[in-house]
């Protein structure tokens, strides 16, 4: 008997713990009073107040770029050294060169975006490139170590790979390009994608190395709501995060979807 109550407990406190302060925030951003932690009756003000706010407006917009441009580059690159590391097992530099593309993976985001800066900076008095900090400093730094996360996630799919349907394909007279295009990258599609979304995940999230790199007027959106809260929690800070919360929802649950309606196909076949 207590052992059938202490796991509903135990689940239900853990829950609570996990998802308490997130119904909190969504709770607080319809509230009226400009005070988060005062309930005064509801309201949808902060909402009008957040789509008036340019600055915010602004650095959503610029996040929401930089993300996009960074997870792609970071999916191309990672794929390639993925494939580089899984196809080919013995060349020179192969763990020197698997190294310094886990790298990323442990070193800390302070240290990382030290560097970095340190490289532009450098690399402006050299060569005359990039002038000054931006959006292009930052789209190459969440570039830099969102390869190393797509590696991984690419890697793992190709180490499962089947190659006797590569090696079919070709037999019937495929050449190597089409046999990529009709047969590898259909495979590893599910990996590609969710590689590209961590790489955006991680890339809109960052705060550190994009503090680093970034100059005046790029600031990305992590950016303007931690200069925010240093200064008090605002309610359109909760409206913000209460978007945010029901955009990443309404993806969760149409990944889940397509994942259901997706297994009896794979059954039937």
Not at 224 to 234: A, D, M, N
Request: with cysteine.
């Amino acid at each position: 008997m207590r052992r059938g109550w202490f796991l509903p407990i135990a689940a239900a406190l853990g829950f609570s713990f996990l998802y308490a302060p997130i119904v909190s925030l969504v709770i607080f951003s319809f509230n009226e009073s400009r005070l988060v932690t005062v309930w005064s009756g509801f309201s949808v003000q902060w909402y009008g107040e957040l789509f008036r706010d340019p600055q915010m407006l602004g650095a959503a917009w610029l996040s929401l770029q930089i993300a996009a441009l960074s997870a792609t580059i970071a999916l191309v690159l990672g794929t390639l050294a993925a494939v580089a590391l899984v196809r080919f097992r013995r060349f020179r530099g192969r763990t020197l060169f698997s190294g310094m593309v886990s790298a990323p993976l442990v070193m800390p985001d302070v240290i990382t975006g030290l560097s970095l800066l340190l490289l532009f900076v450098a690399m402006e008095g050299i060569l005359g490139w990039p002038q000054g900090r931006g959006m292009l400093t930052i789209v190459i730094a969440h570039a830099t170590f969102c390869t190393a996360y797509v590696c991984v996630v690419v890697q793992s799919r190709l180490s499962d790979f089947d190659r006797s349907l590569e090696e079919a394909a070709m037999d019937l007279g495929a050449s190597p390009v089409r046999t990529f295009f009709d047969v590898t990258l259909p495979i590893i599609a599910p990996a590609l994608v969710s590689g590209w979304l961590l790489g955006f995940t991680l890339s809109l999230d960052d705060l550190v190395i994009a503090s680093f790199v970034s100059g005046p007027g790029s600031s990305t959106l992590p950016m303007v709501i931690f200069s925010k809260v240093r200064l008090g929690v605002s309610p359109d800070v909760n409206a913000l995060a209460t978007i945010i919360i029901g955009i990443v929802a309404l993806g969760v649950l149409a990944a889940t979807i397509i994942q259901l309606r997706s297994k009896p196909k794979s059954g039937q076949a």
